[in-house]
């Protein structure tokens, strides 16, 4: 990424990846009937641009498919555990397990269930119940620095997950520990499975409480824009002496138009007619990065 133009290219690989990486993941619910929709579609592009972004300085996250489990890497957690399906075709993708393993999604004695497993290539840590994974990157962070050891720990957490207590218990620990090795993504959305954040129990002024826990909070104004993500990112990454959180907005079953910014999709897999309307849209869209008009 030596030139503007390489960088703009580089932008439009992630977005050709995102829509790709949809299409795999409506057909993964699909053929499952079973799924969290909303909030998988909601965190595609920031798992793109954790796991495919290019900085100047290298890779976003330094990793390697062939050795899962490495301790000589950088550290990936998902938080939001319900939005496992998102996290399962990026590794699919990049061959930390066949991609096979994605049409048994969610049956019986399949190693791809509903919440990360550290049985599943490329998982760090188990998560599901809200701020548990949270936590644990929290101490996984804390690990890493007591061993002088320079890995970063890179976790994605849902918004709903700041409504709970053990979530803030882990963000004054980190702040305690001064942990620059730990950036987390927030996936602000806005919506939860009973409806708008803001009425269900509000977590505003989200910047303000990090800044005021003694975190570094940066913005980015859209979480699916990836030249914000990678310069968020970026900045987070030459944060010293305290950790990074990256508030991103974002739009709840972003990808597919009926589904945008609304709660009932939370927890709904689509209809065979709905499936008829997402997928073609999807398609034409990938179709037009690989033959730009």
């Not at 399962?88 to 509903?114: P, W």
């Not at 809200?130 to 918004?159: H, I, Y």
Request: contains cysteine.
């Amino acid at each position: 990424m030596a030139t503007i133009e390489s960088f703009v290219e580089h932008l439009r690989f992630l977005e050709k990846t995102s829509v790709r990486l949809r299409i795999d993941l409506l057909r993964m619910l699909h053929n499952a009937q079973s799924g969290h929709l909303g909030g998988s579609l909601s965190v595609v592009e920031m798992l793109v641009a954790l796991y495919y972004g290019q900085l100047p300085r290298g890779q976003v996250m330094r990793y390697d498919p062939e050795k899962p489990g490495s301790e000589e890497q950088d550290y990936f957690v998902l938080s939001k555990g319900h939005a496992s399906p998102a996290l399962y075709t990026v590794l699919a993708d990049l061959e930390f397990f066949n991609k096979e393993e994605l049409a048994d999604f969610r049956q019986v004695n399949s190693m791809l269930q509903a919440y990360p497993s550290k049985k599943i290539p490329g998982i760090t840590l188990c998560s599901g119940s809200p701020a548990f994974g949270f936590a644990g990157a929290v101490g996984l962070a804390m690990a890493l620095k007591a061993e002088r050891q320079p890995w970063n720990v890179f976790c994605l957490v849902g918004d709903g997950e700041l409504q709970d207590g053990q979530f803030w218990e882990a963000v004054l620990l980190a702040h305690h520990y001064k942990l620059d090795n730990l950036i987390v993504l927030v996936d602000y959305n806005g919506l939860q499975m009973d409806g708008s954040l803001r009425t269900t129990v509000t977590v505003e002024p989200i910047a303000d409480k990090f800044e005021g826990f003694g975190w570094k909070s940066i913005h980015v104004i859209d979480g699916h824009n990836f030249e914000d993500l990678l310069i968020g990112i970026e900045r987070g990454l030459e944060i010293q002496r305290r950790p990074t959180v990256l508030i991103c907005r974002t739009v709840k079953g972003k990808g597919v138009a009926f589904a945008e910014g609304k709660a009932s999709y939370h927890a709904e897999v689509l209809s065979d007619q709905e499936m008829s309307a997402a997928l073609p849209a999807l398609e034409a869209q990938l179709k037009s990065y690989n033959h730009p008009s």
